[in-house]
């Protein structure tokens, strides 16, 4: 009986994904025991032929990490599809967009122009860009395209199962392995991590006074953080109540407050707005400007509330018609 | 609510969602119709229990559903049926519109009012005021959402795969 292959890939991430399925750590020799690893380029020396030879349906599962801009990212996610019975959307890019859904607040041309003509370090007189497809003497040489925009894994392909995280925690990627290995799968759809916010397993939970109310927010450079009380008490703002548990309140074990990877629970539509919410409601002010004096330790709402997940909320990018967000973001 | 001439602005008409609280705003709506004072029909309302309630996703939804402005009417600070429901709406209005600046919509397309049960004569100025702001500012555009692509999770379960028959030691 031969044992059931699996690919990794990776599109548009950092690489932390693949750090966390090493992070396995010994846990991966039975992994590597329980299948046969047919396709994962980070680790290994594999070439796309070697998923292309396969059948359809041929590959177990793949895991795949990172957010889709690239017309490479989509074909290899397509092409993964084809192969594999069950695509698994490995980490907060795959999941909900992450940390390069971000550039979702600018166009194509901005970046372009700033990466290749306006950044700081860059000398480029000439204003050369790289170009899709170029005729040299030894032929043609071509790169893939580059979208107007950032999606999400399931924005591109059908996706089975959702691990999310940024990286996920080995925790959940054991549980995963586990589920397909045995075949115990929840509905297709499912994120495999718990239906309940972090604050459900936070070890400061019992700190959390009954009634929040904060007269100022604090960022956590500004403050001397107590490494036992609630966060929220504390005026450090922590995301928390409006995220998916799953990670063992890693980052609030390292004395920091949550940013949202693993993203919302289930019963919510968009989880930044839901965020927001939450955040908004705990401020004790009822006079404006009041409001608004605390609300300018906010200054990049966006990044604070969509930090991983911009490309999958309602809004999904910046509005065509509106006014250019703050002049000088992208300078 | 589907015809939507757009483009040049001399044919559009805006579509507002206005979601106002049942005891004062909505009792006013109903005051101003009672009243027979006519006001711009471009606002649909909607009646919820109190500003409060109104959840920025609901906000952010309508606008992705098409609505050009959004329009949440509460009752006037300390007169909350709930004590503090209409503070609440206020802060999160207030952090709202920051986002909505920063993902490009103009931030007049979302507005909080105060009307008190009394004042119909107000939801039919703020009515009318409103619809011409969206009027001006145009038809919202927003990038179309990329449809996702899995399907909701099957009414009957699949099939266990045949080749898991490892296991993890």
């Known amino acids: 009986m031969s044992k059931p292959k699996v690919a990794f890939y990776w599109c548009a991430s950092c690489g932390g994904c693949e750090e966390a399925i090493v992070d396995l750590a010994e846990e991966i020799l039975q992994v590597v025991e329980a299948v046969e690893i047919t396709f994962w380029p980070v680790a290994m020396d594999f070439k796309r032929e070697d998923v292309e030879r396969l059948a359809d349906g041929e590959l177990a599962a793949a895991f795949i990490n990172g957010a889709i801009r690239t017309s490479e990212q989509a074909e290899m996610a397509h092409l993964l599809r084809a192969k594999a019975r069950f695509v698994i959307a490995f980490g907060s890019c795959s999941h909900t967009g992450g940390i390069p859904g971000l550039a979702n607040l600018f166009d194509r041309e901005e970046i372009l122009r700033y990466v290749y003509e306006e950044a700081p370090a860059v000398h480029n007189p000439q204003r050369v860009r790289p170009q899709e497809r170029i005729e040299v003497d030894e032929g043609l040489l071509t790169l893939p395209a580059f979208d107007e925009t950032v999606y999400t894994m399931d924005q591109i392909v059908e996706v089975d199962y959702y691990l999310p995280g940024c990286p996920p925690p080995v925790g959940l990627i054991r549980g995963a392995l586990q589920a397909l290995l045995e075949g115990r799968l929840p509905p297709k759809g499912s994120v495999l991590a718990p239906d309940v916010a972090l604050c459900a397993e936070c070890p400061r939970k019992h700190t959390k006074p009954e009634r929040l109310a904060l007269k100022s927010l604090k960022r956590p450079h500004e403050v001397l953080i107590d490494p036992q009380t609630c966060l929220l008490a504390q005026g450090v703002i922590c995301l928390g109540s409006a995220t998916r548990s799953g990670c063992g309140a890693a980052c609030i074990q390292g004395n920091m407050p949550c940013t949202g990877c693993l993203g919302p629970t289930s019963r919510v ?26 609300l300018e330790s906010i200054p990049d709402p966006v990044g604070l509330f969509y930090r991983y997940s911009l490309p999958a909320s309602l809004i999904h990018r910046r509005a065509g018609n509106g006014r250019h967000i703050q002049e000088g973001r992208t300078r | 609510m589907s015809e939507r001439p757009a483009g040049n602005g001399k044919s559009f008409e805006p579509r507002i969602v206005a979601f106002f609280c049942s005891w004062c705003t909505y009792t006013a709506a109903d005051l101003a119709g009672i009243a027979r004072l006519a006001y711009a029909p471009n606002a649909r309302i909607i009646r919820i229990m109190c500003s409060g ?72 100025k703020v009515v009318n005021e409103f619809t011409e702001t969206i009027r001006q500012l145009g038809p919202l555009r927003l990038a179309p959402q990329p449809r996702r692509t899995h399907l909701p999770a099957p009414a009957q379960p699949e099939p266990q795969p045949a080749v898991w028959e490892g296991g993890l030691p």
């Not at chain 2, 959004?70 to 709930?82: F, K, M, N, R, S």
Request: glycine content about 10%; charged content about 30%; overall charge negative.
């Open chain 1, 269 to 294: 539509l968009d989880g930044g707005a839901k965020a927001l919410s939450a955040v908004a409601s705990l401020l004790d002010a009822t006079k404006e400007a009041e409001i608004e004096r605390i």
């Open chain 2, 53 to 124: 309630r109104m959840d920025p996703q609901f906000v952010l939804a309508t606008f992705r559903q098409g609505a050009d402005g959004v329009l949440i009417g509460g009752c006037h600070p300390g007169d909350c049926h709930y004590q503090e429901g209409n503070y609440k709406a206020l802060r999160r209005y207030l952090l709202l519109k920051r986002l909505l600046r920063d993902l490009g919509i103009e931030e007049e397309r979302l507005r909080l009012v105060w009307i008190s049960a009394s004042e119909g004569d107000l939801v039919q």
